[in-house]
């Protein structure tokens, strides 16, 4: 299982627990997936398999493109993440600021979505400002969806939102 994953710098790194047995190698396995992605409207989605060469987009109808196998649950473990951050307390370290503020943004991330938006697409794509961040997740919140920032871009958002819903609220932010 994935306890910790980080995009930084140039690097990507996850750390895993391993657990030997055929039982728990089977449901590793059923944590793999695909993810499912419209350029056209932004629409993403999650998949266990892919039946089919050509996907269409349930909001939009256009041809969706897919990344995977990839791992879709949790890429954070919430409480390795707490022992962590009080293990980087207890230790001078030179980029400790750095550790914190990754391990924090984790400790959020770890209950959020597994797919993010990023802000200035959905910007580009309706000609509008790119908004501030914390606005647009406080706008979510408000609308009763789950909102948390992401530590692999500082303009990404999770967010159980549609692509629609994203795009309306950036519309309206941006208009206010």
């Not at 949790?74 to 022992?83: G, M, N, P, R, T």
Request: charged share 25%; proline share 2%.
């Amino acid at each position: 299982r994935v306890i910790f994953s980080h995009s930084t710098d140039h690097y990507i790194r996850v750390y895993v627990q391993i657990a030997y047995g055929a039982q728990k190698a089977d449901a590793a396995v059923k944590s793999l997936g695909y993810v499912l992605h419209c350029f056209n409207c932004l629409h993403r989605e999650t998949a266990k398999s892919l039946f089919a060469k050509e996907i269409a987009c349930l909001e939009c109808g256009s041809k969706m493109d897919y990344a995977g196998p990839l791992w879709l649950e949790k890429i954070f473990d919430k409480e390795f993440c707490e022992l962590m951050a009080k293990e980087n307390m207890h230790r001078t370290l030179r980029n400790s600021g750095k550790i914190a503020k990754l391990l924090s943004l984790a400790k959020e991330e770890a209950e959020a979505p597994a797919t993010y938006y990023v802000l200035d697409k959905i910007s580009d794509k309706l000609a509008l400002p790119v908004p501030a961040v914390n606005a647009v997740l406080q706008v979510l919140r408000e609308n009763g969806f789950q909102a948390f920032s992401t530590h692999f871009n500082s303009r990404g958002i999770r967010t159980d939102a549609s692509a629609f819903a994203m795009q309306r609220l950036v519309r309206k932010i941006a208009i206010v």
